[in-house]
Every structure is written in structure tokens, then in C-alpha cells.
């Protein structure tokens, strides 16, 4: 009876998961507002809080809730900080029956994308110290995730956004600092630098006196160097599509003997991604391209990746405990066993969960202008407007997946 | 075998509930508890009796009592939380101006909010109160120090232990002329290490 009972737990995680993944593919095409709506409805499962946290606080951020999308955040950080700890019970688990079966603590990627978010909902709620304490927070995460030879965790859009708040405080060292480690990562990972970083780099090196710094950057990128500065700041995010969902790769084949199904399941991405589209921002006298400055899609496969050989060999373990789990069953009941290998077929099912409704790209785009009007166009949706009062400092955070613009400025 | 298998499930039934039922447990205010070593109450009574206590030893309070005639009047600014931690500096002020209070060696002013709050008290007391309940407005007590600071952290992190310092920075500043008469200083260190394994 209780053999049953686990096997109808595990359909129930298998649909939670598919549930999950289905409204992040529907987000392309719905309103972050009606995701959200439809993923409040839903009641998630104990192991999955923080993936559930994750994708609330997000869409409720991207809605403009910033209180509440605050408030999930929070709870997210928390419960995957709880979990860094490894579970001897969720590792049996997973062990024997499958990866699901584990408590979703949180991929590198997450374990600092989660500070970037918060970081702006505590900006966009009008609390810069509240957004300065997630990116000090972020600068920890990041030391404890740092290895030499890999750049897991290390986020170029968490320093560019340290950056701009440290810019927004006037705090002008720790801002340069910021913009030359997000540099640092753009250029390990192969990426061109956004020219609103370069700019970031020349402007602070400069008001900092540090000239030697100044003199680098502008033999660098002599033509931005000659740039005129405006009284007006416009700091410009734009969150382009959704991140992949993993898929299942899943494989069925006879024991040697005909005896028994032996099945394995591991998760994978799709080969094919849209390539990264900008969003245009124009004040009448010059239109900026957003640029990439994080590719999550590519950093979630770079997680997952690093997994892979861990994954691989729990799920040869779990498929070699199964074999010998049923044989043994059947030595003693022939139909027990046969059922017995049913139920180890259906509960092998790849863990595709993940933070699957993040941006594919975060870009950037920044102006100086005097202007009291700026356009933001992302791409097949309706140009927005924003007024801004001149000579001020503005962040903007635009997306393709909604006409919402959210803005601060001080 | 029937009954065994009931009895075991009516066990492990009542442990998963006691295991799943609320506690609580009340503590005494003043009792020293760190959960996951992060700024608390313990750490913002403690930073505000010593450098309360540390102001109100040092040379500036009977200098001005001398030159002055009266005792100081203080009002505390604003404290910046320039911290890793999403620090409530409101509890950190609310401690240090009980301490000032308390001494009885110094005069306090309620703070920019507060104050707000207490003239709109007093325009509406001069439409509504009687005559000879009514306060005049023009009869405020003005502060003469102001006392701001911040409170600074650094991380340092290796794996799952962590050493956090943390620095509190307080300073007096006179409103008259801008002096500084008294700058403090106050560092708290911890180790917390996490756990590497759970249930």
C-alpha cells in the first residue's frame, strides 16, 4: 500500500514541476501579472518553496509590487541559505527514487541573482540602503561561490548594478571598483563591453582624480572619452525574454536478460536559443542600443553543466539500486516485481527545476541628457514614454514582456 | 500483522505532529540569544549603553555645563546603516535615546518626526483647546548637539565560516558651530559557522 502511495507522490512532483515549467513558456506570451496570478493559485511543494519564491518575487517585481516582491525574495534567500547544508535524508532520497525528491536549494546562478532583484525592488521602493545592503550581499555570495578555475556565481550584471547604486550614493571609489569588476567578468566571459560601462568606467575614474585609470580608459575608447556630460542621468536596464526551461532526456531499455525496464532521466536545455534582442532609448537627440550584459541563459547551462557529473552518476547508482531492488522482489513474487519495476520506471524523473522565469538577457543602455522626456522601445511592443525631471538620476527597468516601465529617480 | 502495521503508523503519525506543532518559549528581554549571527537586539543594547555611557564621561559635558550654566541639549540625527544586514537603526536609536534620558545628565529633544507630529498638535490645541490648557507655539526647547553615525561591516568568508565586524561610528556635532566634541567608536567581531550537514 505504501509502495502506491510513494508512486502516486512522485506522479504529484512531476506534475508540480511541468505545471511550473508550462507558465514560464507562457510567460512569452502573457503578462507577467496573469503568470503571477496563475502561480498564486498554485500551492507549491515543501521542496520547492524556493523555486516558487524566486519566480513570485520576480513577477511581482516586474508587476511593481515591490513590497510584496520584496517580502518572496526574502523568503527565497532565506530557505536557500538554509539548504546549503547538505540533507542526509533528501540524499537517500534522491539516491533511491530520484532527484526531486531534494529540497531545490538554489543553483550559483540564483544563490546571487536573488540579490540582484531584491536590489532593485528595494530601489524601485524607494530604499537605495535597502538595495545597498543586497549588493553587499551579493559581493559575499559571490566570494563564497568564487573558484579559480571556473566563473560559477560570478555575476557582471550584480557588479554593474553595485555600480550604479554606489554611482546614486556618490560613493565614487567603491562605484569604479564595481564597474571594473563587472569588466573584469564580461571579459573573461567573452562578452563586449557595453558602452554605457565604458562610460560608467571614464566617468568615475574621473571624478575619483584618479588619472592614471582615466588615462587607460580614454586611450581605450578615445571617442567616448570626448563625451559631453548632461546634467541628467538614465540608467537603463532591460530584461529580455525568458531564461530556458530545462528538458527531460530520458532513456528505456530492456535488461540484458529481458527481465526487467531499466530506465534513466537526466536534465538538459534545448541546443536552440533566440539570440538576445536590444530595446532602443532615444531623448530626441541621440537613440542608445541596450546591451547584453548577462546572458543567463548561457550561465544556467554553465551551472548545470558543472552538475552534470554528480547527476550522471546519482542516476547510474539510483538505476543499478532499482535493477537489484526489483530483481530481488521478483525472485519472490514474479507479479510484485513486475509492478514493483513499473513503479521504478515512473518515478525516474529528471529534476528540471530551476529559476525559469528569469530574463534570457540583461541589458543595459546609459545616457546623459538634459531632456525631460525619454523613449524606451522594446523590441514588438508599444514605445513608453517616461518623463524625468531634469538634471536628476534616474534607473529605468523596461522589459519585452510588458509596456510596465518601472522608474526611480532621485 | 495488521495491527502492527496501524500501531506503527499511529506512531510515527504522533511524531511527525509533535515534530510539526509550534513552540514558544518567553524569554527575558535582556537574555543573549544568537540565532544565525546576524546585528540583534543584544548587539544594539549593548553598542548603545557603551557608547552612550562613553559620550557622557568625556570632557565636552561639563565643559558646556561650565560655559553654558545648563546641562546639553541632544537630539539624535540619523544613523546610517552602511552594513551587510538589512539593520532596523530605529530600534539602535530608540536604545540610545533611552540611555541619554536616563542618565539625567543631559536635556533631550524628540526627534524631526516627532516634533512634526507634536505642532500639528499644537495648531490644531489653538483652534480647539481651551485658553488655559493651550500651548504657544514659539516655545521650543532647541537642541544644541546632534548626534549622527553609521554602523559599518566587513565580511570575511571561507566556505561556510564567517567572520563579521562590525563598527559603529558616532559622533556629536555642536549645532551652533558645526564642532565636533566627541567621536566614538564601537567594534563587535563574530565567528558563525554554519553547519555543513542537516537532517
Known amino acids: 500500500m505504501y509502495k502506491l502511495l510513494l508512486v502516486f507522490v512522485f506522479l504529484l512532483s512531476g506534475c508540480a514541476q511541468h505545471s511550473n515549467n508550462r507558465l514560464a513558456d507562457d510567460l512569452q506570451f502573457q503578462t507577467p501579472e496573469s503568470i503571477l496570478s496563475a502561480l498564486q493559485e498554485t500551492k507549491p511543494d515543501d521542496r520547492d518553496i524556493a523555486q516558487y519564491y524566486l519566480n513570485i518575487g520576480y513577477l511581482q517585481l516586474l508587476s511593481g509590487h515591490f513590497p510584496e516582491s520584496i517580502d518572496a525574495l526574502l523568503i527565497a534567500k532565506k530557505e536557500m541559505g538554509s539548504l546549503a547544508a547538505t540533507s542526509v535524508s533528501e540524499n537517500i532520497g534522491a539516491g533511491t527514487v530520484n532527484e526531486t525528491l531534494r529540497s531545490y536549494s538554489g543553483y550559483p546562478l540564483d544563490r546571487v541573482m536573488v540579490h540582484n532583484m531584491l536590489a532593485l525592488s528595494y530601489l524601485f521602493n524607494q530604499d537605495i540602503g535597502g538595495a545597498r545592503v543586497e549588493m553587499l ?14 566563473l560559477s556565481g560570478q555575476l557582471a550584471s550584480t557588479h554593474l548594478i553595485s555600480g550604479i547604486i554606489y554611482e546614486l550614493l556618490d560613493e565614487r571609489s567603491n562605484a569604479f571598483i564595481s564597474y571594473q569588476l563587472a569588466e573584469e567578468v564580461l571579459n573573461k566571459r567573452h562578452i563586449a563591453l557595453p558602452e554605457g560601462l565604458k562610460l560608467g568606467l571614464l566617468r568615475m575614474s574621473l571624478k575619483m582624480g584618479n588619472d592614471q585609470a582615466y588615462d587607460k580608459y580614454s586611450q581605450a575608447y578615445p571617442s567616448l572619452a570626448e563625451h559631453q556630460t548632461a546634467k541628467g542621468q538614465v540608467f537603463v536596464l532591460y530584461f529580455n525574454g525568458v531564461v530556458s526551461n530545462k528538458v527531460q532526456a530520458s532513456l528505456t531499455v530492456p535488461s540484458f536478460n529481458g527481465q526487467q525496464l531499466i530506465r534513466i532521466a537526466m536534465p538538459t536545455y534545448p541546443e536552440r536559443v533566440p539570440r538576445p534582442v536590444s530595446a532602443q532609448v532615444g531623448d530626441g537627440q541621440q537613440i542608445k542600443n541596450t546591451q547584453v550584459t548577462e546572458n543567463i541563459n548561457d550561465i544556467a547551462r554553465e551551472d548545470l553543466d558543472k552538475e552534470y557529473p554528480s547527476i550522471l552518476l546519482l542516476t547510474t547508482t539510483r538505476a543499478i539500486a532499482k535493477y537489484k531492488v526489483v530483481e530481488e522482489a521478483k525472485k519472490k513474487d514474479q507479479l510484485i516485481g513486475t509492478l514493483l519495476n513499473f513503479a521504478t520506471l515512473i518515478s525516474e524523473v529528471a529534476d528540471l527545476r530551476s529559476w525559469n522565469m528569469l530574463p534570457a538577457t540583461i541589458q543595459f543602455a546609459y545616457l546623459d541628457t538634459n531632456s525631460d522626456n525619454i523613449v524606451v522601445s522594446p523590441p514588438k511592443t508599444a514605445d513608453n514614454s517616461v518623463s524625468l525631471q531634469q538634471g536628476h538620476q534616474h534607473v529605468i527597468l523596461a522589459t519585452n514582456l510588458s509596456n510596465k516601465i518601472l522608474h526611480y529617480q532621485q | 500483522m495488521k495491527i502492527h502495521t496501524s500501531l506503527l503508523l499511529a506512531v510515527m503519525s504522533s511524531v511527525m505532529l509533535t515534530a510539526c506543532s509550534t513552540s514558544v518559549e518567553r524569554l527575558d528581554a535582556s537574555e543573549q540569544v544568537d540565532l544565525s549571527g546576524a546585528w540583534n537586539d543584544t548587539d544594539s543594547q549593548l553598542v548603545a549603553e557603551e557608547m552612550i555611557q562613553d559620550s557622557l564621561s568625556r570632557p565636552w559635558i561639563t565643559k558646556f555645563v561650565t560655559s553654558e550654566g545648563k546641562d546639553p541639549a541632544v537630539i539624535v540625527g540619523r544613523i546610517k546603516n552602511l552594513s551587510h544586514e538589512h539593520i532596523n ?29 507634536i505642532r500639528d498638535e499644537r495648531a490644531d490645541q489653538d483652534l480647539n483647546a481651551s485658553e488655559v490648557t493651550r500651548k504657544e507655539a514659539g516655545q521650543e526647547y532647541g537642541a ?22 562590525y563598527q559603529v561610528n558616532l559622533e556629536l556635532i555642536s549645532l551652533k558651530d558645526n564642532r565636533k566634541v566627541w567621536i566614538g567608536e564601537k567594534k563587535i567581531k563574530k565567528l558563525i559557522s554554519n553547519s555543513k550537514i542537516r537532517p
Request: net charge negative; glycine share 4%.
Open chain 1, 137 to 150: 550581499q551579493a559581493d559575499v555570495a559571490m566570494k563564497k561561490l568564487f573558484d579559480k578555475d571556473s
Open chain 2, 89 to 117: 537603526t530605529n530600534t539602535f536609536v530608540a536604545n540610545m535615546e533611552r540611555e541619554l534620558i536616563n542618565s539625567g545628565e543631559v536635556q533631550f529633544v524628540a526627534s524631526a518626526s516627532s516634533r512634526q507630529e
Open chain 2, 144 to 165: 544644541d548637539f546632534m548626534m549622527q553615525g553609521q554602523i559599518n561591516t566587513i565580511v570575511d568568508v571561507d566556505g561556510t565560516t564567517q567572520v563579521r565586524f
